[in-house]
């Protein structure tokens, strides 16, 4: 058990819809991570907040955006969703400053029809 | 370019040792990760390792470095049927601290 909690744990959208998943952060951690996994794949980084504000960002398009709130929780919106974007979206905390461990929530799978 | 390898499946058999293999290829990555994924479950940190160790172990895990092959093992001993998973390594690639790069992880099957 990780303390790092995402919401919801399954969710059906079509294509062009938009999306907002959410996350609470383990407590004490200051930093946090969104990654997408696709079926049969490893995790790939999407990008990382630190105090509220992007702080890295992998191969992902502009319509991949997020939010990090005063309480270290944050959200992950997509817009104008594609049948690609159907993964498990996985949120990992982290206390910027220590050793540089990531604990992850358990997913929000994610279904675009 | 940045790139994380693994072999795709390993099958053993209960009591006996596990061994899965990963090749890297950011020099500059500073920690390398082991993480556990169970069916329909998030991922587990198994365990990690400072890139200036050579060995880290941890109970029945043993962890192997060879920075200058680039090259990572994870050994799960006496591995046990609740040890099926798919096991991912990753490395951090001097980016920022969140930015892990994974390999397509290691289906791990245990029979008994």
């Known amino acids: 058990e990780t303390g790092v909690t995402q919401s919801p744990t399954h969710l059906i959208k079509t294509r062009g819809q938009q999306v907002t998943l959410r996350c609470s952060s383990q407590s004490g951690h200051n930093t946090v991570s969104w990654y997408q996994q696709a079926l049969g794949q490893g995790p790939q980084f999407i990008f990382q907040?630190?105090?509220?504000?992007?702080?890295g960002r992998g191969n992902f398009p502009p319509r991949f955006s997020g939010l990090q709130f005063p309480n270290y929780s944050s959200e992950l919106n997509v817009n104008a969703l594609e049948l690609d974007d159907s993964a498990l979206y996985l949120c990992?905390?982290?206390?910027?400053?220590?050793?540089?461990?990531?604990?992850f929530g358990s997913g929000t799978q994610l279904s675009v029809l | 370019g940045e790139d994380v390898e693994q072999s795709l499946f390993l099958s053993v058999r209960e009591g006996d040792s596990s061994v899965i293999n990963c090749t890297y290829t950011?020099?500059?990555?500073?920690?390398l990760y082991w993480y556990k994924q169970e069916p329909g479950a998030g991922l587990q940190l198994l365990t990690y390792?400072?890139?200036?160790?050579d060995m880290k172990q941890d109970q029945r895990l043993t962890v192997l470095l060879n920075k200058k092959d680039k090259h990572l093992s994870l050994r799960i001993a006496d591995t046990q049927t609740g040890d099926s998973a798919i096991y991912f390594c990753?490395?951090?690639?001097?980016?920022?601290?969140?930015?892990?790069?994974f390999g397509k992880g290691t289906k791990l099957s245990v029979k008994p």
């Open positions: 907040y630190y105090r509220e504000e992007e702080n």
């Open positions: 950011d020099s500059s990555s500073t920690y």
């Open positions: 990753a490395e951090n690639g001097g980016g920022s601290q969140g930015n892990l790069i």
């Open positions: 390792i400072f890139s200036n160790m």
């Open positions: 990992a905390s982290s206390f910027t400053g220590t050793d540089e461990k990531l604990f």
